[in-house]
């Protein structure tokens, strides 16, 4: 099953970083972002700034990292280039 807030945790810990360190970037605190890992959905503007701190992390592309986040919520999108898509259509 998809967990936004596993995958979260795996991309910090694979980059030497913490919860406390993304929670710094968000403004927030690690409570939230430890809820994310029990099923917890973000709000958007977390999503989005969550992404946003992961793509400069790992230095990809911020729409790789959204569409990957967006899977881990259980919606799949794809990208390719310039061209969002979406596979179910």
């Known amino acids: 099953m998809a967990n936004f807030g596993e995958w979260v945790r795996r991309n910090l810990t694979a980059h030497g970083k913490s919860m406390q360190w993304l929670a710094d970037q968000l403004g927030s605190n690690p409570t939230m972002i430890l809820k994310w890992r029990t099923g917890t959905e973000p709000?958007?503007?977390?999503?989005?700034?969550?992404c946003q701190a992961l793509a400069k992390l790992r230095g990809d592309p911020v729409a790789i990292v959204l569409c990957e986040g967006a899977a881990h919520l259980g919606v799949p999108v794809e990208y390719s280039g310039n061209n969002w898509q979406d596979p179910q259509n």
């Open 43 to 50: 709000r958007a503007v977390n999503y989005i700034m969550t």
